[in-house]
């Protein structure tokens, strides 16, 4: 048997290059082999911090029975999903049109066209809760193979002809106004958890896109209901166990409504959204638990997820090895008994920390353990105490076996926590963070863009991979070269940005519709081409493509790049009032165009008092240039002198520009007007 995931450069691939199943990667070599043997091929995706994935690796494919039938009967195919956004989001169409649900392992059989005939997520290794054993369902596609072709070409075409169908509706060519803003307020008031904030039941995610768009409306209309359901949302999220009360950051979600217990994995993407989001709280509100979260997480990215060449690794894992029999078990590094608690701090320190964590014999997770939250709105201790407390809990922590690391660097979750790192420490005076920034846009400009500014999506260990950057990555790199440029007052952040937008324009958008595909008009050809304007994790690469264009086009007056945006937002008008928890990033690109966006040029210090509280401002989207009189970096700086030969600020929007104001408090009086 060939090994042939040895050489991947995804951890989620190597962690299975050495099972008995002979693996292929997605290649055309693979799909040429199932033609020869005239077999089906099984698609197996997942990614490396995916806990039912690991369950069922274990379970089935490291199972030498198993793996022989995979191997007697199919083409096994293994793909890392966040190599491959691409391939996943078309085959999970798929899968949840069938099923009307899909999730992680996804388990698709195909033909030797990749066209798909038979779907499923995890399946148990014997028949349980309704769901066939593994080997039920591959004997009966192999069955069905051999014994009913036919039917199995029929099922496939006929599948693969309505995924054609599926071509989106673009919806209205008009941009969104006042009336779908506002409707979509309405919507997510309705879908509101009141009790626990958050929008819908369990399993809850961080809304952090909508929390965005709730900011910004808020920001332009005065809205204090949409300010209030954000306020509740961070807080209720801050003070659970979502959020790590020792280390700083975010899991990936939580199992229950009140965002007690998370699935532990903590991803790049989720803690680079947050972060910033938890900045813009604190922009808006001053709120010291807004600012010390938002600290708390852009430090965890850098202390836990920066790589040795700069960039951010892409995930922590759920699982780690628990110390007492060790098995690799969900959230061991992170939960706590009140024995163990004693045991590190004393029986006086360590009853006071169950208390502040909410720690009890019961327990809030499995076994008698606790997620660490903070229950009570009033602290058991003082402040000194609690930060003992944590210190010595965190170091006690650090002994136990650690979580695995993803170390691939995702060119999209990079430029999304280049942006959060930027403005966190741009807002709070933390160079250190911007350096980071910094940093890291360094290293995918070197690495991930070659010489005609085309994206690579993934690198490992300084090494460039094979697969090519999709929409979001363009987007997201984009967003975050805009946040350095406005934060350093570097112009090459701007020119690189304008490169990548440039392929957006070119590549990825429909010239007669403007709509935009998730893949490049050259990129490899699937059974349909993957096209999707709603959130998932991150935002979606459209809407996101559709904030950079207009970041850009305030930056340079581009009109090519205003005009493009506007039409890409065309969608939100007509999903945002049906559907706004799933377009939340639609939504706050859209209130940015409503507001201008506001176009503030810095005559004066780059990171003086002038720059941060043009930076601080709430006004949507708004961008900010900063430079010396005279400056040549930033477009927006051009031809503007200062006034009596103090630092002064010009703002204009709508095509329209203020007085220019050479003191903080004109400034933030002009940048805190509400257009509602």
């Given at each position: 048997m060939v090994n042939r995931l040895a050489a991947s450069q995804s951890p989620y691939l190597l962690q299975h290059a050495d099972n008995p199943v002979d693996w292929w990667p997605w290649s055309p070599e693979a799909f040429e082999e199932a033609r020869r043997r005239n077999v089906p091929v099984l698609l197996s995706v997942?990614?490396?911090?995916?806990?039912?994935?690991?369950?069922?690796?274990?379970?089935?494919?490291?199972?030498?029975?198993?793996?022989?039938?995979?191997?007697?009967h199919f083409v096994n195919i293994k793909v890392d999903r966040?190599?491959?956004?691409?391939?996943?989001?078309?085959?999970?169409?798929?899968?949840?049109?069938?099923?009307?649900?899909?999730?992680?392992?996804?388990?698709?059989?195909?033909?030797?066209?990749?066209?798909?005939?038979?779907?499923?997520?995890?399946?148990?290794?014997?028949?349980?809760?309704?769901?066939?054993?593994?080997?039920?369902?591959?004997?009966?596609?192999?069955?069905?193979?051999?014994?009913?072709?036919?039917?199995?070409?029929?099922?496939?075409?006929?599948?693969?002809?309505?995924?054609?169908?599926?071509?989106?509706?673009?919806g209205d060519t008009q941009v969104p106004g006042e009336e779908e803003l506002?409707?979509?307020?309405?919507?997510?008031?309705?879908?509101?958890?009141?009790?626990?904030?958050?929008?819908?039941?369990?399993?809850?995610?961080?809304?952090s896109?909508?929390?965005?768009?709730?900011l910004r409306h808020h920001a332009r209309t005065g809205a204090e209901g949409a300010l209030q359901m954000a306020v509740d949302t961070c807080e209720r999220m801050a003070r659970g166990g979502i959020y790590d009360q020792l280390g700083g950051g975010f899991a990936r979600y939580s199992v229950d409504r009140e965002f007690t217990v998370p699935h532990f994995e903590k991803m790049l993407y989720d803690n680079a959204l947050l972060c910033r989001a938890y900045a813009h709280l604190w922009r808006t509100t001053g709120s010291e638990l807004a600012k010390r979260v938002a600290l708390e997480t852009a430090d965890f990215m850098v202390r836990e997820l920066r790589t040795n060449e700069?960039?951010?690794?892409?995930?922590?894992?759920?699982?780690?090895?628990?110390?007492?029999?060790?098995?690799?078990?969900?959230?061991?590094?992170?939960?706590?008994?009140?024995?163990?608690?004693?045991?590190?701090?004393?029986?006086?320190?360590?009853?006071?920390?169950?208390?502040?964590?909410?720690?009890?014999?019961?327990?809030?997770?499995?076994?008698?353990?606790?997620?660490?939250?903070?229950?009570?709105?009033?602290?058991?201790?003082?402040?000194?105490?609690?930060e003992r407390i944590r210190e010595r809990l965190l170091a006690a922590r650090a002994e136990r076996p650690a979580p695995g690391r993803d170390d691939k660097?995702?060119?999209?979750?990079?430029?999304?926590?280049?942006?959060?790192?930027?403005?966190?420490?741009?807002?709070?005076?933390?160079?250190?963070?911007?350096?980071?920034?910094v940093c890291a846009g360094d290293l995918l400009v070197r690495l991930h863009m070659d010489p005609a500014a085309r994206l690579t999506r993934t690198?490992?260990?300084?090494?460039?991979?094979?697969?090519?950057?999709?929409?979001?990555?363009?987007?997201?790199?984009?967003?975050?070269?805009?946040?350095?440029?406005?934060?350093?007052?570097?112009?090459?952040?701007?020119?690189?940005?304008?490169?990548?937008?440039?392929?957006?324009?070119?590549?990825?958008?429909?010239?007669?519709?403007?709509?935009?595909?998730?893949?490049?008009?050259?990129?490899?050809q699937l059974i349909r081409r993957p096209q999707d304007p709603t959130d998932n994790a991150?935002?979606?690469?459209?809407?996101?493509?559709?904030?950079?264009?207009?970041?850009?086009?305030?930056?340079?007056?581009?009109?090519?790049?205003?005009?493009?945006?506007?039409?890409?937002?065309?969608?939100?008008?007509?999903?945002?009032?049906?559907?706004?928890?799933?377009?939340?990033?639609?939504?706050?690109?859209?209130?940015?165009l409503l507001d201008g966006p506001r176009e503030i040029a810095v005559i004066g210090e780059v990171g003086g008092r002038m720059h941060h509280a043009a930076l601080t401002a709430t006004a949507p989207g708004a961008v900010v240039a900063a430079g010396p009189e005279g400056g040549t970096e930033l477009p927006l700086l051009a031809d503007r002198p200062q006034v009596d030969g103090r630092e002064s600020v010009y703002v204009c929007h709508h095509f329209v520009c203020d007085a220019p104001v050479t003191d903080v408090g004109g400034l933030t009086r002009i940048l805190g007007e509400t257009q509602g």
């Open positions: 997942g990614y490396s911090s995916c806990h039912w994935c690991h369950v069922m690796a274990h379970e089935s494919f490291e199972d030498e029975a198993t793996a022989a039938a995979m191997n007697e966040e190599e491959r956004p691409d391939v996943d989001a078309v085959y999970m169409e798929a899968v949840q049109a069938a099923t009307g649900q899909g999730g992680w392992p996804m388990t698709v059989f195909l033909t030797p066209e990749a066209e798909p005939f038979y779907f499923g997520t995890y399946f148990p290794p014997e028949p349980r809760h309704g769901m066939p054993s593994f080997a039920q369902v591959i004997g009966g596609v192999r069955d069905a193979w051999t014994g009913r072709r036919d039917e199995v070409a029929e099922v496939a075409g006929k599948i693969t002809a309505d995924l054609a169908r599926r071509e989106l509706p673009y506002a409707a979509a307020l309405l919507g997510l008031t309705r879908e509101y958890d009141a009790t626990y904030g958050g929008f819908g039941g369990a399993p809850k995610f961080p809304p896109m909508v929390i965005e768009f709730l700069g960039g951010f690794a892409s995930a922590l894992d759920a699982d780690s090895e628990d110390p007492a029999t060790g098995k690799s078990v969900e959230g061991a590094y992170y939960v706590w008994t009140p024995a163990q608690l004693t045991e590190v701090l004393g029986a006086e320190d360590g009853a006071v920390a169950a208390q502040h964590f909410g720690v009890t014999e019961e327990g809030t997770f499995e076994e008698g353990a606790s997620v660490l939250r903070l229950p009570q709105t009033e602290s058991v201790a003082d402040a000194a105490q609690v660097v995702v060119a999209a979750w990079n430029g999304l926590a280049i942006a959060a790192l930027a403005e966190t420490g741009a807002y709070f005076g933390r160079q250190d963070l911007v350096d980071a920034a690198s490992k260990d300084g090494r460039a991979g094979d697969n090519a950057g999709v929409l979001e990555d363009y987007a997201d790199v984009a967003e975050g070269f805009l946040a350095l440029a406005s934060v350093t007052g570097e112009g090459v952040w701007l020119e690189f940005a304008g490169f990548l937008l440039d392929h957006v324009l070119d590549r990825f958008v429909d010239p007669e519709s403007g709509a935009l595909y998730d893949t490049a008009a050259d990129a490899e991150t935002p979606s690469g459209w809407t996101a493509a559709a904030g950079a264009l207009l970041s850009y086009a305030a930056q340079t007056g581009s009109e090519p790049h205003r005009a493009a945006a506007e039409r890409a937002l065309g969608v939100v008008k007509a999903l945002g009032p049906r559907a706004p928890r799933f377009i939340g990033n639609g939504l706050a690109v859209a209130e940015a």
